[in-house]
């Protein structure tokens, strides 16, 4: 069985997030975690430009690429695996963006309710 590191919020193996822009505290495309990652990115985000300019506003710029960190900055529609606390202050700032609720980590119940994160999700039937 799984560990909450490695699980979705809903108890099972967490789906990828992106492999197109390489996501996640360990860089392997989703938003699995481990004890170090303080910052718990453990959000699937499907990044809006009003999240992006938000998030730049907070002093976490994720549109400059930066290639000595093999980041190629975002844009609008990417996926990407955001810190929780973050992504509930954008909420309480009308601006956070859509999730895809089978690729976010179960950790992140422990600052989200679930109910508000299906609310956002757009990968539930």
Request: with cysteine; aromatic share 8%; glycine share 6%.
């Amino acid at each position: 069985m799984a560990d909450n590191f490695n699980t979705n919020i809903f108890g099972e193996e967490i789906e990828t997030c992106s492999k197109e822009t390489m996501t996640g505290y360990l860089r392997n495309g989703s938003c699995e975690t481990i004890k170090d990652d303080i910052g718990s990115h453990t959000v699937c985000a499907i990044v809006t430009d009003k999240f992006l300019e938000y998030s730049r506003n907070k002093g976490n710029d994720l549109i400059t690429p930066r290639p000595e960190l093999a980041f190629p900055g975002l844009k609008d529609g990417d996926k990407w695996c955001v810190c929780a606390m973050r992504w509930l202050e954008a909420l309480e700032d009308d601006v956070a963006p859509p999730i895809l609720s089978k690729s976010t980590n179960k950790l992140a119940l422990e600052v989200i309710d679930i109910e508000i994160l299906k609310k956002y999700s757009i990968d539930l039937i």
